[in-house]
Every structure is written in C-alpha cells, then in structure tokens.
C-alpha cells in the first residue's frame, strides 16, 4: 500500500476555506510533506477591497510557509486560487472553473465555513449547509474524484453527553429546513431561531450538524470522511511549534489574560479543555484524505478529533500555566499584571467583575478614554467540556500512519504546548518581538510598583476616615504605630549593641 505522501503524488486537490486558519495549516502541510503533489485549487473569494490574487499573494508571504519556501522557493506554482463566494448560486465559480475543476479533481477538503457563535442562522444556514451541498453537486460531477472530506466540529452534537463516530439524525429534514426559511423575512427566521437550534447553544454548532446530515444524505457514490476537531489551537509541531494567526476560541482569551485585561472566568476548572493542536487537525484530515480513497468505505467515515478522551488536559491547568508563560514572557504595553482566575461560584465571580469594572472606568479617567480594548472580555463564558468524544476511528488510523502524518496526542507535553501557544500568540498574532521581553518585564514591574502605591494610598486614607469617627480605631492604630516606634528603637539599639 503506497504512503500517504506516495499517494499524493501526481493528485489534483480541491480546497474551500484555504485562505482560513485551518485552510492554511493544510495548503502548507500539503506543499511540505507531499511535494510532488500536482495542484491546490483553492476556492477564494475577493474581499475588503482586496482582489483574489492579492489575497493569494498576501496569504503566501506568511511566515506559515518559510519551511515550504525554503524548500521550494516556486511553491507558488502549484497553487491555483479558483474565483469563488460560496453564498452564491452556483458558489459564483464560472462555466471554464468547472468544467476544469471536474475533470481534474481527485479529492476535495471542505474547510470554508462560518464560524460565529452569533452568526444570524440564514447566513449561517447559507454558507455551511448550503454550500455544502452545492459542493457536493460539484463533486458528484468530478470524474475522477476519490475522496470529499468535510471539516465539522466536535461540538456539532454538543447537546449529547456521549458522542459516538456516528452521524446523528436532526428532528427536521435539512432541505424542506432550507426550503422553508427562503421565503421567511429575516425577522421571522430570527424569532423562530431559539425554537429551532434547541437544546443547541448558537447557530453555528446548529448549521454544523445540519452540514454533516447533508453530507451523509447527497454523498451519493462519493468515498466520503467527516473529521470533527474539538477546540482548536495553535501548532504542537509543526511547521514550529506555536503557530497562531487569529484571536479565536482560547487564543483572544489567553491575550486578554496575558495584558491584563481579562482578570476573571466562570467556568469549571475541573472542566476537561479539549484544546487540539491545528497541526493535528490537518495530519488527521490529510491521512483520512488518503485512507478515504484507499479503502473508499460503504458509509461516510466520521473521525472525532479531541484530546479529552485520550490525553485530559483542565482548564484549571490551562489558566495555571497560561499565566506563569506570561509573567515570564510578558505581553507588550499590558494593561494590569496578567493574574486571571477561573472560578465557578457565582458571587466572587459577580465580585471580581465588580473590582475590574471600576478599575478599567478608573483607568479609562485617567487617560481620558483613549483606551478601547477592554469590551468582550467580561462576556460569560462557561464552558465545561462535558461531553464525552469517542475516537476509535482515530485510533485506528493512527496504527497506519508514519512519523510524517503524527496526530497522536498521546504524546503531547500540555505544559510545553501551552507555553508555545502563548509565545505564539504574541509572536505571530500580536507581531511582538522576543527581543522586547526585558522592556515588558520592566512595564510589569512598574504595574506592580503602581498597585502597590495605589494600595497602600487607599489603605491610608481608608483608615484616615475610620479614624476621624471610631474612638476604637483610633486606639488601635495609636496601638500599631507605637508598637512600630517600640519595634524600631530595640533594633536601633541592638544595632548599636553590636
Ligand atoms: C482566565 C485565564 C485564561 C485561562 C484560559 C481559559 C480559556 C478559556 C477559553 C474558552 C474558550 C472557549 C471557546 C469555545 C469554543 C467552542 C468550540 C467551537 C470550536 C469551533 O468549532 S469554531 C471556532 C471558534 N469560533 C470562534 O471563536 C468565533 C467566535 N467569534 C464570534 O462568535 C463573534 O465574533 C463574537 C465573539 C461573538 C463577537 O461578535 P460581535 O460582538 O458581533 O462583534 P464583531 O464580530 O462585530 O466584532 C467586533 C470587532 O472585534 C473583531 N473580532 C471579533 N471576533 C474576532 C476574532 N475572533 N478575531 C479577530 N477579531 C475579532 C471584529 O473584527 C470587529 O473589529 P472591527 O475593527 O471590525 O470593529
Ligand atoms: N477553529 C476552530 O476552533 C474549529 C474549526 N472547525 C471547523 O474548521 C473549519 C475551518 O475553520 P477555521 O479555519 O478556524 O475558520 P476561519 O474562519 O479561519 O476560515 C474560514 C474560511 O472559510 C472561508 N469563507 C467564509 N465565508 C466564505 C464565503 N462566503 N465564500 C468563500 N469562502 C468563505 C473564509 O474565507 P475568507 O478568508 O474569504 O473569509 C476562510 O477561508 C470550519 O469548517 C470550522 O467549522 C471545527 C472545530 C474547531
């Protein structure tokens, strides 16, 4: 049976969501590990004023792919950007796109998707369930496709306790679903929403689940693999360690922490984290890419991709080593001294967001509201991992797989990954340079000094007022200065003793 970088070779592969987070990870993995790969077509679209080709250009300036480039400086080459919105009829890709697209594709990676938590379910219905079929329409025109793998997520059944590698029925047909809303007015479609998503959290993990329903429905004869990663993070491994290029998920909130600006969480810290390194992700996705179009099973094979069955890691764990990575490798120009706490009791909750409220109104006083940074931090995130996720796929893929596709997270170091991912978060997402840590130290220090002098002022002065009203306050700190005046004069004159 030929290797996962064997059967790559010569292979024409198809790439939604490229110029995303994950999209990324995987063009690079692809171009490093199979490089005799024949071409990524990936379907971008323009946006921000930006056209398709800057966009392509831009995303391969990214210090993502330095090993790539150093490897093969035309890695370019290979790289065919296909004009496409998937919101569109049709994904907007023009009759010459597709009639190329179906006569050389040979296997489909299906990233795009939206991924708020708030996303208005219509848009979100149409960009994750909608063109996931118009892509399979595609697909089933494809002649020489071998493989359609679709990126979920682990939370797409997030209302079950125990997630199994199976593709769960919905209690509504997802095309009379589809059918029903096109007519419906925004308004109406928004007030139906909480009926709809039920027991599920947001519209995202809703259309998610919808998406898996249709990829199993309209696969057709296609060999199809689902992989459905839990929380992803920052590389483990490769191409370094650290790798992170958004403020998604945990990554905003580490920063948050990591410049002082978040100081509280409620949550469970017993609460297993399911981080998944994205390196990860895609070893799984491409090897399930591979074994897919090798054994080209009956049924659509599901793939749950998380950490929390095999190697749990807490958030409690995750806050502890979060905050000492920071105060070692501090962040530039922090707010506070990052000291974040997650707890689960409400009242010091309600507490601590009291305290950090009046210190940020305090903070925004003194530099006359020229801050802006500290909106979305205090939003309630209580997110316990209580879901248990089997992975037996997984488990079994990874007895078939070389050190080159390694995605077995037995072998993760949380303690080393957590620091990575910090460092990386100020490295690539916040573009800080290592070489100022001494002056971020030197600001912390100064923080520390500020804190303490602002304490010791207020508990001055808050004594000054008990003072001038309680006879008895008055007796205790005549009490505590004289004891302090005796203190002083026994070691002046035990000084002078010796
Ligand atoms: C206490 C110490 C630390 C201890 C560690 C504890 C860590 C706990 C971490 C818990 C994290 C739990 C994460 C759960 C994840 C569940 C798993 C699901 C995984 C997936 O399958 S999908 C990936 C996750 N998806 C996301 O993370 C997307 C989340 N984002 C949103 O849903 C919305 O953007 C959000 C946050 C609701 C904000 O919406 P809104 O208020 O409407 O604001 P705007 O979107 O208009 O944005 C305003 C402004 O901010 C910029 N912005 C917003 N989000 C981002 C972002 N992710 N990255 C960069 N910038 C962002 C946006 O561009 C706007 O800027 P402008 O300049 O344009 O105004
Ligand atoms: N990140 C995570 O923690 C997790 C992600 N997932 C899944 O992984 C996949 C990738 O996620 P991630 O990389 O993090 O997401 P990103 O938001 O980083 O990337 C989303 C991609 O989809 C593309 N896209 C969005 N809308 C359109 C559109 N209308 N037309 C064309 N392209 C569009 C984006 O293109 P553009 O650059 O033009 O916006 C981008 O390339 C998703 O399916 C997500 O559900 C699953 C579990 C966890």
């Known amino acids: 049976m030929a290797s996962i970088s064997e059967w790559y070779v010569g292979k024409n592969v198809l790439i939604t969501g490229a110029t995303g987070f994950m999209g990324r990870v995987l063009v690079e993995k692809l171009l490093r590990s199979c490089p005799d790969v024949n071409a990524l077509y990936i379907l971008v679209r323009t946006k921000a004023g930006q056209s398709m080709s800057e966009r392509v250009q831009d995303m391969m300036k990214c210090k993502l792919f330095d090993r790539v480039r150093e490897d093969n400086p035309d890695f370019h080459q290979k790289i065919i950007p296909i004009s496409s919105e998937l919101t569109q009829p049709g994904l907007a890709i023009s009759p010459e796109d597709v009639q190329t697209l179906t006569s050389c594709i040979n296997i489909v990676f299906h990233c795009a998707a939206t991924i708020r938590f708030d996303e208005p379910l219509k848009h979100a219905l149409q960009l994750n369930v909608i063109a ?26 997030c209302n079950r306790r125990h997630i199994d590698e199976v593709i769960y029925p919905l209690p509504v047909e997802p095309k009379k679903l589809i059918d029903s809303l096109e007519w419906m007015d925004d308004s109406i479609v928004r007030d139906i929403t909480p009926r709809l998503i039920g027991d599920r959290p947001n519209t995202y993990t809703y259309t998610k689940a919808l998406a898996e329903c249709v990829v199993q429905q309209e696969s057709g004869k296609l060999n199809i693999g689902i992989i459905r990663p839990s929380i992803v993070g920052a590389s483990w491994q490769e191409p370094f360690p650290g790798w992170i290029d958004n403020f998604n998920g945990p990554s905003g909130v580490f920063i948050a922490a990591g410049k002082g600006i978040l100081r509280t969480m409620r949550a469970s810290n017993d609460a297993v984290a399911d981080l998944i390194p994205v390196d990860v992700v895609i070893n799984l996705t491409l090897a399930a890419g591979w074994y897919t179009a090798v054994h080209r099973p009956k049924t659509a094979l599901v793939y749950n991709c998380t950490t929390g069955g095999i190697n749990p890691f807490h958030w409690g764990e995750i806050e502890h080593h979060v905050m000492s990575t920071f105060k070692r490798n501090p962040l530039e120009q922090a707010f506070r001294r990052p000291n974040a706490n997650i707890t689960s009791n409400y009242l010091i909750y309600q507490y601590w967001i009291l305290v950090n409220l009046t210190t940020l109104y305090l903070h925004d006083l003194f530099y006359c509201f020229t801050i802006h940074t500290h909106t979305h931090t ?34 993760l170091n949380w303690p080393e990954y957590i620091e990575n991912y910090c460092i990386g978060t100020k490295k690539y997402v916040l573009n800080e340079d290592m070489s100022d840590i001494p002056a971020a130290r030197q600001h912390l220090r100064k923080l520390r000094n500020i804190r303490y002098t602002f304490n010791t002022v207020l508990l001055v002065f808050i004594w000054r007022v008990f003072i001038a009203r309680s006879q008895m306050a008055r007796n205790i700190w005549y009490f505590v200065v004289s004891l302090c005046f005796k203190f002083l004069s026994y070691f002046r004159a035990s000084s002078t003793l010796t």
């Open 132 to 157: 996931t079929l118009q892509l399979l329409s595609l697909a089933q025109q494809m002649q020489h496709l071998q493989a359609f793998i679709h990126i979920s997520t682990a939370y797409a059944n």
């Open 378 to 411: 205090h939003r309630r995130t209580n997110h316990t991992s209580i879901l248990t996720v089997c992975g037996r796929n997984c488990a079994e893929l990874i007895l078939v797989i070389f050190q080159t596709f390694n995605f077995d997270v037995r072998q």
